[in-house]
């Protein structure tokens, strides 16, 4: 790889720049020129996991791909059975990296829902919050 990246045509390309950057997260070059691939350990989560999504990343509760973040209102009756008559809403949508943690998410969800209601209007409004994390599954698994 080396060898092309005095040539701009090449070291450009976004598929180089791609396999230059597999190289660096998977693979260790010895002193005397071998390369040996890398433990599982060693590798970074935010790791190139698929060219043909690399902003996918890694996390070994998670799997590979991202994370979404979502916020809803929930009506509910006091005997916790949902209430029909109540309209419940997504507030809050935040796709993340997979490898990213989710133990500080309910604070900036909170903060952007506050920021699209009026103010005298939320505390009016009888509901629950919700937060959810879901995983997408990386886009080259058939279903």
Not at 11 to 18: E, G, V
Not at 49 to 77: F, L
Request: with cysteine; hydrophobic share 35%; aromatic share 6%.
């Amino acid at each position: 790889m080396t060898q092309f990246e005095s040539n701009r045509q090449v070291a450009d390309m976004r598929s180089y720049k791609l396999l230059c950057r597999i190289a660096k997260d998977q693979l260790e070059v010895r002193e005397d020129g071998t390369i040996e691939v890398k433990a599982p350990k060693q590798i970074p989560s935010d790791s190139l996991q698929n060219p043909s999504d690399p902003d996918a990343t890694y996390s070994g509760h998670k799997g590979q791909g991202y994370q979404v973040q979502i916020m809803e209102t929930y009506s509910a009756h006091e005997d916790g059975a949902k209430d029909p008559g109540q309209l419940n809403l997504i507030t809050y949508v935040e796709v993340e990296p997979a490898c990213n943690s989710d133990a500080q998410a309910l604070l900036p969800a909170i903060e952007a829902t506050l920021a699209v209601l009026p103010p005298n209007r939320f505390r009016q409004i009888p509901f629950t919050v919700r937060m959810k994390t879901a995983n997408r599954p990386p886009s080259w698994v058939s279903r």
